[in-house]
């Protein structure tokens, strides 16, 4: 993000962005950006390499900037090199319920909400019109994402990474990597 702000919404949650936050997508994973009365200068960077859940920062955006200028991949490494965590703030119980379902595969969706004092049924609702699925499939969403990552960087036997991403076997995470991926 070069300046303005916008909220980004996908397969990791929802994030205001601000200049100098970075959020960068796995190759399956669906986002979209709602920008709500102000406007927003991005720069996009292709990258192949492996995401980072936001949020994320990244201090010398000018050097991003200028390195685009040359070579749109040696911008993307320098970006992937350099960012660091931030305290981008996730904007609404939506959010933290995103995060609660990417943090923990086993977390039942009714606990959380009596937990808040939120209806499950306005929950799911509320949840769909943020991210534009129900908790259900964006914790399925997570969990193939985990599991995309450890494929790419680890030597992890199928059963094993199944395992380390939530999935009750390799049978059923090979079955959802092959319906969200194709």
């Not at 205001?16 to 796995?26: D, E, N, P, W």
């Not at 703030?89 to 959010?95: E, I, K, L, N, Q």
């Not at 995103?98 to 959380?112: H, M, V």
Request: glycine content about 4%; charged content about 25%; hydrophobic content about 40%.
């Amino acid at each position: 993000m070069l300046d303005g702000r916008y909220t980004e919404i996908g397969d990791t949650g929802a994030w205001t962005a601000t200049s100098g936050s970075v959020i960068a997508h796995a190759p399956s994973e669906t986002h979209h950006g709602a920008i709500s009365g102000q406007s927003a200068e991005v720069l996009l960077l292709p990258s192949r390499r492996a995401s980072a859940t936001p949020p994320n920062t990244l201090d010398d955006i000018d050097e991003a900037i200028r390195l685009s200028r040359q070579s749109l991949s040696e911008a993307a490494d320098f970006v992937l090199e350099q960012f660091k965590p931030a305290e981008l703030r996730a904007f609404d119980w939506p959010a933290e319920l995103a995060a609660a379902l990417r943090e923990d595969s086993t977390l039942q969706i009714n606990d959380w909400t009596h937990s808040r004092g939120i209806d499950k049924s306005v929950a799911s609702r509320e949840f769909r019109k943020v991210f534009q699925y129900s908790p259900s499939r964006f914790r399925l969403k997570s969990k193939v994402h985990k599991a995309v990552d450890l494929l790419i960087s680890s030597e992890e036997p199928l059963a094993t990474v199944a395992q380390k991403s939530g999935f009750s076997d390799q049978a059923h995470m090979c079955r959802s990597l092959v319906a969200m991926t194709g």
